[in-house]
């Protein structure tokens, strides 16, 4: 029995867009992807959610009126109920399905200014959605990607869901030597991290392109661009088509869509820590600069890459070791390059950082539950860019039977550990300011890890709090395939606060942003403290 990929769209939205000549090119390479599916032992079932036939046939009621991510999320939710799908494919950009727009945990006025997060995460968990509750999407369970278009108005260009069908249609899954060499580039103000990166994915430390020096017009960078691992450590910016490396006040551009236009190799597989990564709006946007430009993730799908990988609003990363963002895509990236689809490589990243850091003893901050939510996939997430081992098995067909076993094993595995680490996760419960004398006092324990560039940037009085309250867990040894293992004989505090100081710059026209958080017990004695960058 094949797996099932679940493909949902709202066929009005793409009517309001395309005309009926481009609607049916998509149509014929929807058609023409399904059948590659089921070849690959896949039944791919496509299903527009405002389709009052198809989704009677499903035995779910078809959306009506004006269509909200949470009126999709309740369609879906039906629909998985009745196929059971190893795959979740969103068809479509914001303005066909919407993203969900959920509170961003680490918002301040005066650093963080992302009020909400632009997410996939519900979509991505069987769990029911409930608004301002934050365990009821944090942690996937299903593996899903978006195939998304370009937000405009009539007469859109159906290439821009044509190009990744295709794609996914014609792929074959290739020897990991296929990714054998990366382009990979990283601030100057964080090689420290970005070299820990490299590590971890065993690559040659070396091929770090580190900027500046290395800018987008610099011969290295440009012939890099050829290569089929690409991952940025860079900074990102809001409507902006280009990513940028740091040195003090100095941020040069070091990767701009228009020079990645038509470099990208079919198959390459990106992912980005960079802030608005996996932004797509429109080049016809005012804001946008440079007027006229491509967004850099949809470039990439564009060229042939197999996804992308990335973050919607301001990412937060390690300065001088790996953090958060860093985490997720370089555990993303190896976890594909070790043979699992892009939506599992997807989904585990996210489990897997979760066990890191509560396996250790340690609460999920306020930036990590960012990080969880506003990371995501851009892509067919059914598509294996490595080859993954073959069965011992004789024929095609009961090879093919084993890979579905497994597949269906995994996503059972997967899914009960969600439910238990969802169920482990403390409360998060607001709590008034500190005293000034009380943060300041809290600051200067944690102070000497803080470079003079960045306490500029924070004023030791000015602090919020949370308390994370939940009951004691024993730490345990957690396999986290990649990260670490983390063995512990400490319990969980049932109550310790959150402290978070951050602050911002306009450089360049583009702002800079430092978060530092300090988890404390009830006596203000530190647990755990990290200073991020935004990305």
């Known amino acids: 029995m094949p797996s099932i990929k679940l493909s949902v769209t709202v066929r009005s939205a793409l009517v309001a867009k395309y005309t009926p000549a481009a609607l049916s090119k998509i149509d014929t390479a929807m058609a023409a992807w399904i059948k590659a599916d089921l070849a690959r032992g896949i039944r791919t079932v496509h299903v527009a959610l405002d389709d009052s036939a198809a989704m009677t046939a499903q035995g779910v009621a078809p959306l009506k009126g004006k269509v909200s991510a949470q009126k999709a999320k309740r369609a879906i939710d039906a629909l998985a109920k009745k196929l059971a799908p190893e795959y979740i494919v969103i068809f479509g950009g914001d303005d066909v399905i919407p993203y969900f727009r959920v509170k961003n945990p680490s918002h301040d006025p005066n650093g963080d200014t992302d009020v909400t997060v632009a997410t996939d ?135 701009f869509s228009g020079t990645l236009a038509g470099q990208v190799v079919p198959g390459t597989l990106p992912a980005a820590m960079c802030c608005y990564g996996a932004q797509v709006y429109s080049p016809s946007d005012p804001a946008a600069r440079p007027a006229g430009a491509l967004p850099i993730s949809m470039t990439y799908l564009r060229g042939g890459a197999v996804g992308f990988m990335g973050a919607t609003e301001i990412a937060w990363v ?107 996760l403390p409360e998060r419960v607001s709590a008034r300011a500190p005293a000034a004398a009380t943060a300041k006092k809290i600051f200067a324990a944690v102070a000497g890890m803080l470079e003079k560039s960045d306490q500029q940037f924070l004023e030791p009085a000015r602090a919020r709090a949370s308390k994370l309250v939940s009951a004691p867990v024993a730490a345990r040894a957690v396999a986290t395939r990649g990260l670490a293992s983390a063995v512990g004989t400490t319990r969980q505090l049932a109550e310790s606060v959150e402290y978070t100081w951050t602050g911002s710059k306009i450089v360049d026209g583009r702002q800079h942003v430092r978060l530092l958080t300090v988890e404390a017990d009830a006596a203000g004695n530190v647990l755990r403290s990290r200073l991020l960058h935004s990305a």
Request: charged share 20%.
């Open 318 to 424: 390690g300065p001088q070791i790996m953090m958060c963002a860093d985490w997720i895509v370089a555990a993303y990236l190896k976890k594909a390059l070790a043979g699992a689809s892009l939506g599992r490589a997807m989904m585990e990243s996210k489990q897997d950082y979760v066990q890191y850091v509560t396996g250790q003893g340690q609460r999920l901050d306020t930036a990590d539950e960012k990080t969880m939510i506003e990371f995501v996939l851009l892509g067919d997430p059914s598509l294996h860019p490595v080859a993954s081992p073959a069965p011992a098995v004789r024929t095609r067909s009961a090879a093919a039977a084993v890979e579905t076993a497994q597949r269906g094993e995994r996503r059972i595995a997967r899914a009960a550990l969600a439910a238990q680490v969802t169920r482990e």
């Open 121 to 255: 995460n519900p979509y991505a968990s069987s769990r029911t959605y409930r608004a301002g509750a934050i365990k009821s999407y944090l942690i996937p369970d299903r593996v899903v990607g978006r195939i998304p278009d370009l937000p405009g108005a009539a007469n859109a260009d159906p290439l821009w869901l044509i190009t990744p069908l295709k794609t996914a249609t014609a792929w074959t899954p290739k020897p990991v030597s296929f990714y054998g060499s990366a382009y990979a580039t990283c601030c100057d103000a964080w090689k420290s991290a970005g070299l820990a990166t490299m590590r971890y994915l065993s690559l040659p430390t070396a091929d770090l392109m580190i900027s500046p020096p290395t800018i987008d017009a610099t011969a290295t960078a440009r012939g890099r661009l050829a290569r089929t691992l690409h991952f940025t450590k860079c900074h990102g910016s809001q409507i902006d088509a280009s990513f940028y490396g740091q040195k003090g006040n100095s941020y040069p551009q070091i990767l």
